[in-house]
């Protein structure tokens, strides 16, 4: 008997297993690969969930790459990031945060011992560089408020500029530049004054170590990064002046310090194209740009011998690095099946990069000088291989604009040709940004493989304003910032229904943040969805430019410039806000929201639901007593989760 019922196991099909919310806390996130300069060693930022704790425990870990051994370097530091190797690669600097403080710089020596804590600033280092002669540091902090007293005793008041956001509680301090040894001794201020460094953009030294050159903004106000350029500080002279005129970001000298690449927007706004300018480090004058390239530069590093740069851009549904060199047309990098979001190269041109797959999540990788395929260095995650994923592929379709889309169709778990399932849309947010094959999903977090496990097709959708197809399709976007990629995502469903795949009558709509808002305008424009989840989401137009800590800058790249103060202004984005069109919504709805959301303001939410709910349209409205744009805590985006699936599963019944 018990060889018979081993023989009917043996021959019955296996019975799928897909990801469920426990399971997401397995996902281990790498990061931040940093490839030493001989090219022998790959240090990178592992992360884990302490569900306990709520918390993530990060660690740097180094991987010899002769002997692809392993070996932790950081215990007990939390907040670890931003690992750098020294020019002459005897050290590693880093930023932690120490008990009770917020994050500074730390140097260990790769000869022994443990790492030596520099700094000691108030407000944190928020970003860093190491001197050509390996013997110190510049780094970028705050000042601290000179009423810090008198905010600790309530004394205090703001008064508010144009463009602060609705939750500001005390004035903004610039960040400025010090220069400190990499022992830890002769902590100097190089910069003062009202106006600010950019924090968390890294500057950079001349190879002779006598000028940095940073990133510079007009004054401590968030909104105003759209304003930022380029300058260079001498530190003999103790002056600051601009590398050349116009905005600019993301200063990298080449090796050999006679250029200097920035990314620039190609139209004026930093929130729409950005391209590679490649100037001269002495003049500021432009040797050679990117522009051949026509996508959006998200990341760029320099080749070896200063040939040209590394470009990381979205490309259809992947994130792919491009060789861009002058006078040369640029070439797509081939990884295989392998996407490129982070990268670091050696001297000797050996590539260390965060490697996605669409069926694996990610690891580091390493492509050897002249290699044709990447090896994979880690197996963090090699949990998820005794799981069934849904299979991910391209789906493309017409739009009005003449020109095809293209977007994410992931396959429900356990597919079976010829039967229809329900759909759920996750669209991306931005608004510029691509949803490529990945697994990463919503923050790390899984949503499209929970869906996916439960039986629902889910599609990503890169309409309009996506930097996946080139400036023309990105720019589509601006003056029609709601209604034109909400035709693009009301076209989408129509040709996913034309599969004969999709079950008609359970078809839902999700999204956060700019996904928010293109989902609380879809409901106001078709009735033929079963439920939907709006996270985050600009309803109305006018709060967002007047309210968020992005606000009238990030408004007017969307509206040719237009601001809502006149009644053609207010017009022209009330058209474009969803709030306008809420007598024709009568979808269930769930609202999801930050409490303390400083770039798309809770008010916004608060408006919907009284609306919804005046006018008897099923709707709930679920708050997370948290600061941001999206719970960064384990916990909290576990539970952003359950309410979005939740709310799906119940009304798929």
Known sequence: MLLFL??????????????DYADLRKIVTVSEPAISPDGSRIVYVRSRVDWEHDLRDTELVLIDLRSGSSRILTRDRTGVSDPQWSPDGSAISYIASPERMKAQLYVMRMDGGDSLRLTSAANGVSAFA?????????????????????????????????????????????????????DGTANTRLTDGAWSVQPGVQPAFSPDGTRIYYDRVPDAIFAHLVDQTTYVHDIAAKTDTPLFPGVSTDPQLSRDGRAIAVAVPRHEYVYLTMDISVRSSADGRELWNSRIL????????????DSGLLVETADGIRSVAWIVEPNRPARRLDLGAVDIVSASIANDGGIAFVGERSDHYPEIYYLAPNATAPRRMTDDNAWAESYDLGKAEAFTWPTDLGVNAVGVLIYPVGYISGKRYPLVLDIHGGPVGTSTWDLAGLEEGGLDQLLAARGYFVFRPNYRGSDNQGDAFLQAIVGDMASGPGRDNLAAVTALRATGMID???????GWSGGGLQTSWLIGHASFWRAAVSGAAVNDQYQQAVLSDINLPFNQAFFNGVLPFTAQGRAAYAAESPITYVSAMRTPLLILSDTRDQRVPVPQAYELYHALKDRGVPVRFTVFPRAGHFPTDPVGQELVLRAWVGWIEQWSQ
């Open 504 to 510: 008609p009558s359970r078809i839902f709509v999700s």
């Open 130 to 182: 190491w001197r050509g002669d390996s013997r110190a540091l510049v780094y970028v902090a705050q000042n601290v408020n000179p009423r810090e007293r008198d905010v600790e005793r309530h004394h205090d008041f703001v008064v508010v500029d144009d463009e602060e956001n609705y939750l500001t509680q005390t004035t903004p301090q610039p960040s400025h530049l010090w220069l400190i040894n990499a």
């Open 294 to 305: 026509d996508r959006n530069v998200h990341a760029f590093w320099w080749l070896p011998n």
């Open 6 to 19: 081993a023989a009917l196991g043996a021959g019955a099909p296996a019975v799928a297993r897909g990801l």
